[in-house]
């Protein structure tokens, strides 16, 4: 049994009223793909945590695409930690900046395609 299998057992639990047939459980399985194993893990958390009845497929997966931004956030933050540059920004001249290409890796890509619009 693969992980996403043993998270989705522990959905389940977290429910006992609720049934799983082999379609919904592969459907389920098919849908957790599109992301890694800590933002579904994460997911099932939250919801054994905050919902009171099991939710549809549609719920979870917004709830892990929430999941999905918020470690994505973090991740973030603790690659600027680590960074010399100023809060993802690195300083071309005085009082001009640019996305540093390590920290923020796809504004850095916007920025050198000419793509990248600043948020005030």
């Known amino acids: ?18 049934y799983a047939s082999e ?3 592969s459907l389920w399985l098919h849908e957790w793909q599109e992301h890694p194993l800590s933002v579904i893990s994460r997911t099932v958390y939250t919801v054994r945590r905050d919902l009171e009845q099991f939710p549809s497929l549609d719920e979870f997966m917004a ?14 933050q603790e690659r600027m930690q680590k960074c010399s540059c100023h809060s993802g920004f690195v300083e ?5 900046f640019r996305p540093c290409e390590s920290c923020l890796p796809e504004t850095y890509a916007q920025w050198t395609n000419g793509e990248y619009e600043p948020k005030s």
Do not use: C, H, V, W
Request: charged fraction near 40%; aromatic fraction near 4%.
């Open 23 to 25: 379609q919904m459980r």
């Open 63 to 76: 709830l892990a695409e929430e999941e999905a931004k918020k470690q994505e956030r973090i991740g973030r």
């Open 1 to 18: 049994m693969d992980q996403f299998e043993k998270a989705l057992d522990n959905l389940l639990e977290g429910f006992p009223t609720s």
């Open 92 to 96: 071309t001249d005085p009082d001009m």
